[in-house]
């Protein structure tokens, strides 16, 4: 096969083995056992030591759209709508894909290097030989934890961006804390924080997922380690684009009222 095609193939085979391990993981998720303490130690890990990179950058990520807002919208004098057309932004779509990024960076390379490495070591092999489900134990609690985590991690985001957004503003016009957060949630409500929150979820279980997928079928000893956890972080980025997309034009669909 030669040209183009094989590279394709490669592509195609790729998409449907991991799609395969993904709903494998799916169902396994309502077979015992559950692996709870698992599944909470794994939570701390994904959602606890991300929150400050998270909390840092959309703190950042809020108070440089301010500021570019403010300068786009001062031209037509509507500076007063700033706070509503941030948390409009942040709510809706920067919030969410800025956090599923950035945890696909942290916890997606750090899950592909360290089932990489439990793989080319055999300890995978280890925990299988003591009739330990290695799937249901490593795989199955890491995605739960991915998809329970990114929602509660899209919140801080959302929260220190609008907080960030807040600080820049006051610094512009010395708006009241009152006043901002009154403007800024009166075009927002709570209805739209539902398909947001949702498709937070489906980005988590997309990380978790390929994570897992590159580290536990990882080969070819330390370089292997390293391709699994580049690898997670490029293909799990480039999914929740992909995603992100499909859900966009989906809730458009499904919930008119949520555009």
Request: a negative charge.
């Given at each position: 096969m030669n040209g183009w095609a094989a590279p394709a193939v490669r592509g195609?085979?790729?998409?449907?083995?991991?799609?395969?391990?993904g709903i494998r993981s799916l169902f396994q998720v309502f077979r015992r056992p559950f692996e709870l303490r698992e599944i909470v130690r794994q939570i701390g890990e994904v959602g606890y030591l991300s929150l400050p990179l998270v909390a840092a950058s959309g703190f950042a990520v809020g108070a440089v759209m301010s500021m570019h807002t403010r300068a786009t919208l001062a031209r037509f004098g509507a500076e007063a709508t700033i706070p509503a057309?941030?948390?409009?932004?942040?709510?809706?779509e920067t919030g969410p894909l800025v956090a599923a990024l950035l945890v696909s960076g942290r916890v997606g390379a750090s899950i592909?290097?360290?089932?990489?490495?439990?793989?080319?070591?055999?300890?995978?092999?280890a925990l299988e030989s003591l009739a330990v489900d290695s799937f249901k134990y490593l795989v199955v609690t890491?995605?739960?934890?991915?998809?329970?985590?990114?929602?509660?991690?899209?919140?801080?985001?959302?929260?220190?961006?609008?907080?960030?957004?807040?600080?820049?503003?006051?610094?512009a016009s010395s708006m009241s804390f009152e006043l901002y957060f009154r403007r800024a949630f009166?075009?927002?409500?709570?209805?739209?924080?539902?398909?947001?929150?949702?498709?937070?979820?489906?980005?988590?279980?997309?990380i978790g997922t390929?994570?897992?997928?590159?580290?536990?079928?990882?080969?070819?000893?330390?370089?292997?380690v390293g391709r699994a956890s580049t690898r997670s972080v490029v293909y799990s980025s480039i999914c929740l684009i992909l995603a992100n997309v499909i859900l966009v034009r989906g809730i458009s669909f499904l919930l008119p009222e949520a555009r």
């Open positions: 195609f085979a790729l998409v449907g083995d991991a799609s395969i391990f057309a941030l948390a409009i932004a942040l709510v809706r592909g290097a360290e089932l990489g490495a439990m793989r080319v070591t055999e300890q995978i092999d890491r995605v739960v934890a991915c998809t329970l985590a990114l929602p509660i991690l899209t919140t801080v985001m959302n929260f220190t961006g609008m907080l960030g957004g807040f600080l820049a503003e006051h610094a009166s075009l927002v409500e709570f209805r739209e924080l539902i398909p947001a929150t949702l498709k937070t979820a489906v980005f988590g279980f997309i390929l994570s897992c997928y590159l580290g536990y079928r990882a080969s070819g000893g330390s370089a292997g």
